[in-house]
């Protein structure tokens, strides 16, 4: 079975500060892939980011950074310099990478981020 | 290109009706998922259809049921409503049945039920 852990649930911060979400997986699949989905107030998943189990070279793309260490099974995302707009629910998420139920999005529950200004 | 589109967007029902909603994917993509967010959760999977067959369930009971037509929009219907199902229902499309292209998300049908 798949599990996927946020143990943060709400981070509230200043405009321009740097916020880490936290994310700790589990799975028995020895390939997978790792998400990060936004959920602004209208409902809608927004994709951020993708990674696959084999490849753990962190990057960094824009503002977002995330830092995947299979190790420990977590998959942590790096907001540097945030804006209001980022005010959001982030949901981590995991699937297999094979077909039919092996590759449904197991989803943590959410991390409310507000940015203050 | 339009997204992935729901309808309704809001839904009231009374217990024990039924419902459908209705989703259309991207154009081009194959395969649609449906999942549930209960407010405060993540969203939990429910079907996924590629080529109009059920590829994968998720564990919800027969009440559930879905269907993907030849121009690949599906419908998920609801029967026997209770005040737990309650939720915002989202749609994701996709090129393939593996992850390997990545989900888009529709804005979702919030379906209440009293």
């Known amino acids: 079975a798949q599990k996927v852990t946020q143990a943060q649930t709400e981070i509230s911060v200043v405009e321009k500060e740097d916020v880490t979400l936290d994310c700790v997986y589990e799975?028995?699949?020895?390939?997978?892939?790792l998400f990060w989905y936004k959920q602004p107030p209208s409902g809608e998943l927004v994709f951020l980011i993708r990674?696959?189990?084999?490849?753990?070279q962190n990057e960094i793309s824009g503002r977002y950074s995330w830092n995947f260490q299979k190790s420990t099974s977590s998959f942590n995302f790096t907001i540097t310099a945030s804006q209001v707009v980022d005010s959001a629910v982030y949901f981590c998420a995991l699937s297999g990478m094979n077909s039919g139920a092996n590759s449904k999005l197991t989803f943590g529950k959410g991390i409310t981020l507000s940015v203050r200004p | 290109d339009a997204g992935v589109t729901q309808s309704p967007t809001h839904l009231i029902k009374t217990r024990g009706q039924h419902v459908t909603l209705r989703c259309s994917p991207i154009?081009?993509?194959?395969?649609v998922s449906w999942y549930q967010q209960v407010l405060g959760q993540g969203p939990q999977f429910i079907f996924q259809y590629y080529e109009k067959e059920e590829r994968g369930r998720g564990n919800f009971p027969d009440r559930f049921s879905a269907r993907q037509f030849p121009n690949y929009s599906s419908e998920l219907n609801v029967n026997a409503l209770l005040l737990g199902d309650s939720a915002l229902y989202l749609c994701a499309s996709s090129l393939a049945r593996t992850t390997y292209y990545g989900y888009t998300f529709g804005s979702g049908t919030r379906l209440t039920v009293v």
């Open positions: 799975t028995r699949d020895t390939t997978y892939y």
């Open positions: 154009s081009g993509h194959k395969s």
């Open positions: 990674r696959n189990s084999f490849d753990e």
